[in-house]
């Protein structure tokens, strides 16, 4: 019953420094989101893709690209890490349609850019 | 304005406790709304979806009024494994993306 995984679940990163944060979920659902959180800001959403081949910016996409590789798989690239990236990063997937849009989380990972 | 706005908190109360939760959202073609639960250092996971008839699960009640673009959730009888932070999530013009509130944090203490 994985529903939702993502990896790494703790990475500190030097600054300047480039990562991939890997996602995948196993519900056949066709939306694929990345948030992060902040202390105070609540989740705010980086990117998502309504469906396989698509990708579109959200809130705050600066700094960070996404491939939606596959329908299962969803992955967010961090070129140049900056200070400011230091968040914990939630992977996400949903199925619009029949479901009320119920949205399901991984257990997110704690970045630290130092 | 904030698409989505909730209660600050954190809401101290003790067990056995009734506590109701406000949220308000600025779009008003705003298709789908939920409360979500968070624990600390756990993901977001769904608590109930909002209808506009209103809708009960066990001793949590939402309410959603459309005209005042105004959702509620109401706690009744709080358990110590109440304490949470409860966010309020509405749909956005896409359709595809959910806009989070900042969530209200909720202490039961004994």
């Known amino acids: 019953n994985a529903g939702v995984t993502q990896t790494p679940k703790f990475q500190v990163l030097k600054t300047g420094q480039s990562m991939t944060l890997q996602c995948a979920q196993d519900m056949n659902h066709n939306s694929m989101y990345w948030y992060r959180q902040d202390p105070g800001m609540g989740l705010r959403l980086i990117y998502y893709?309504?469906?396989?081949?698509?990708?579109d910016k959200g809130e705050v996409p600066n700094g960070y690209n996404v491939s939606r590789l596959n329908k299962r798989e969803f992955s967010l690239r961090l070129e140049s890490a900056a200070p400011s990236q230091t968040s914990v990063y939630f992977c996400?997937?949903?199925?619009?349609?029949?479901?009320?849009?119920?949205?399901?989380f991984g257990e997110g990972s704690w970045l630290t850019v130092v | 304005r904030k698409e989505v706005e909730q209660d600050p908190g954190p809401f101290n109360v003790p067990e056995g406790a009734t506590v109701a939760f406000n949220c308000t959202y600025s779009?008003?073609?705003?298709?789908?709304f939920f409360w979500y639960r968070q624990d600390c250092r756990k993901e977001p996971k769904l608590l109930m979806s909002v209808y506009s008839s209103g809708n009960e699960d066990g001793r949590f009640t939402a309410q959603l009024n459309r005209a005042s673009q105004y959702i509620s959730l109401l706690i009744r009888d709080s358990k110590l494994s109440d304490s949470a932070t409860y966010l309020c999530?509405?749909?956005?013009?896409?359709?595809?993306?959910?806009?989070f509130g900042k969530g209200t944090m909720l202490l039961v203490s004994p």
């Open positions: 779009n008003s073609a705003s298709q789908s």
């Open positions: 999530v509405v749909t956005s013009s896409g359709y595809s993306t959910l806009t």
């Open positions: 996400a997937s949903s199925e619009p349609r029949g479901s009320g849009n119920t949205i399901y």
């Open positions: 893709s309504a469906s396989e081949g698509t990708t």
